[in-house]
């Protein structure tokens, strides 16, 4: 195993976790700031509001990407297990 491999390993790591996360992280937000400027436009300060959208936002993001997100997953997941031989020397 070399640093040139591990280093690979690690940013593909990365990549595929920023993937994964981007469009849950990016619906969240978007939800958030929709929801805060709506209350900051109501004089609206209930902190838990902001929870029911996001959470249903999260869910429908899961339903609709989660096949494909589960799908970068498992490809990952078996290219890191079929290059476990090549490890060993």
Do not use: C, D
Not at 18 to 26: E, H, Q, R, S, V
Not at 63 to 79: D, R, Y
């Amino acid at each position: 195993m070399t640093e040139a491999y591990v280093l690979t390993l690690g940013q593909n790591a990365i990549m595929i976790a920023l993937i994964l996360a981007g469009p849950i992280l990016l619906i969240s937000l978007i939800i958030g700031s929709l929801v805060s400027l709506v209350q900051a436009a109501t004089q609206i300060n209930e902190s838990t509001l902001i929870f029911i959208p996001k959470l249903i936002g999260i869910v429908l993001v899961l339903v609709l990407l989660g096949s494909w997100m589960l799908q970068q997953a498992m490809t990952f997941t078996h290219a890191l297990f079929t290059s476990l031989p090549n490890l060993v020397h």
